[in-house]
């Protein structure tokens, strides 16, 4: 790590847990929850925060949180990135870190979605009213899209969504925070609905509800706050470029380009100085099980291809050689949109920590990755140390 | 009756149905539908182009469940209905789908035609442009 660049660390992590919550506790309520859990757990108050960030796609915005936690006067910057808000979310308080503006921030993120899979307005992303109204605006359509091209193009089969979708669940089972604890078969999953083939009702995670929050700190004061603070090695965002396949796109060229993720993986294992085959635990984005299969190689950590042998072998459960979603991903756990990056973030720091309970990763990782994706094509990732 | 497109903007021509796209005049990119600037190589000189009418079919699925506004329910109510996109050759565009999704494969030759949506206020059926299987000539 160059001396010139500042190190900054996680010290403290708090989560409200996703699901489905009293219909009279609000997100921003469970955002309050979770940074007050984090701050605890650093040990520190939220009087010594000197910057936020925060991020909610639904449920208000983020920097009225000061109202609960606190009147301080501390700048408090808010994110909306959908799913990638998490990741954009703590860029952004590290960069503040980095940049001299405070040696302590808090990351917050919160939402509480409607049941049911999302309805975008097509002025919110450059479309005209026909994209909608004719049918053509649905997430699940481009995950399934994607999925059916991606499995085609590299001669893998449908079951290996369900074997995905499979391992989620068995991870959720060992997870006392997460949304769905109960095992089911891959056969199960099969034959469940079909919401957008070749998906069905398991294979695709549920907006959800839920708050998670972290307590950064600069280097030099983590190990003060923290008994086992864990190294913020590099973090990297970018947007999609020419060519990319994307959700709510009504055409695409011919010409095959990489998808951001591509790019802001390379980006934050270049910045951290470790190659992903380094990597002992890791988050991908798993909105539907289609989505962990190809950010596996998108994000540099399998080859396209290998996945069938690397599910096979069981290799991305918690005790394999590539331990992936521990905590059951999105999938066993729901998004709330605004939050779901920061549970990544969590779920790599308890393990880092050897704190996951249950799910722990038996060989202590020292080395985890957390990769967001979110629409209209953006991407985050990090590399954690400790 | 006539048909009214759902936007005119999507097509050059209704009756046959063609559809409207812009081609880059320094890169050579098409797009669709119309836009004003090239999504590769950023400039602004974009002209008229009509796209193919028949393609194959690049990948695909079936919207199973009724999505929430601002989808617009037909009036005979919701019926899962297939959605794709079809290679033109230029430009690969997202498109409905018509027929039977067991005949759904890619790479399978798809042609251009219309689906009817809705009656618009003047009693005209409200048209989208679709692809079915066929086409091969």
Sequence with gaps: ?386 | MTATAVDPALFTSIDPPRLAGSRCANCGTVTFPVQAGCAKCTGTDMEPVELADRGTLWTWTVQAFEPKAPYRVPETGFTPYGVGYVHLGDVIVESRLLGDPAGFEIGKPMELTLLPLWTGADGSPVVTYAFQPGGED
């Design chain 1, 1 to 386: 790590m160059s001396s010139a660049r500042t190190e900054v660390s996680i010290v403290g992590v708090g989560l409200h847990p996703f699901g489905r919550h009293d219909p009279a506790l609000t997100g921003m309520a469970m955002g309050a929850r979770a940074s007050r859990l984090a701050l605890a757990d650093a040990g520190v108050n939220w009087a010594d925060i000197g910057y936020a960030v925060g991020g909610s796609n639904v449920s208000g915005k983020p920097d009225t949180l000061v109202s609960v936690l606190g009147l301080t006067g501390v700048p408090f910057v808010n994110v909306r990135n959908g799913c990638a808000t998490g990741g954009v979310a703590l860029a952004t308080a590290a960069n503040a870190i980095r940049a001299g503006e405070t040696d302590l921030a808090l990351v917050v993120g919160f939402d509480k979605h409607a049941r049911g899979a999302f309805a975008a307005s097509p002025a919110d992303y450059g479309h005209a009213n026909w994209y909608a109204e004719t049918g053509l605006m649905i997430t699940t359509q481009f995950f399934a899209m994607k999925d059916r091209r991606y499995l085609h193009t590299h001669g893998l089969k449908d079951e290996l969504l369900a074997q995905v979708a499979a391992k989620a669940f068995r991870c959720g089972e060992l997870n006392p925070d997460a949304w769905r604890r109960t095992a089911l078969s891959e056969d199960e999953i099969m034959r469940s609905r079909v919401i957008n083939p070749p998906l069905t009702q398991y294979m695709i995670c549920s907006p959800s509800e839920g708050g998670a929050a972290v307590v950064l700190a600069r280097g030099d004061r983590a190990a003060d706050l923290c008994e086992r603070p864990v190294g913020l090695a590099a973090v990297a965002k970018r947007t999609r470029r020419f060519g990319s396949f994307e959700v709510f796109a009504p055409w695409l060229p011919p010409e095959t380009g990489q998808s951001p993720s591509v790019d802001a993986a390379r980006a934050v294992f270049t910045a951290a100085g470790i190659s992903p085959a380094e990597v002992q635990v890791a988050q991908l984005q798993d909105t539907d099980a289609g989505a962990e299969i190809y950010h596996m190689a998108e994000t540099g950590l399998c080859e396209d291809g290998a996945q069938q042998q690397l599910l096979d072998l069981n290799e991305t459960a918690p005790a394999g050689r590539l331990p992936i979603n521990t905590d059951g991903g999105c999938l066993a756990n729901g998004e709330p949109v605004g939050a779901s990056g920061l549970r990544q973030v969590i779920d790599i720091v308890l393990q880092l920590q050897g704190r996951a309970g249950a799910r722990q990763v038996p060989r202590q990782p020292h080395i985890g990755f957390t990769h967001v994706y979110g629409a209209p094509g953006i991407s985050a990732c990090t590399v954690l140390t400790a």
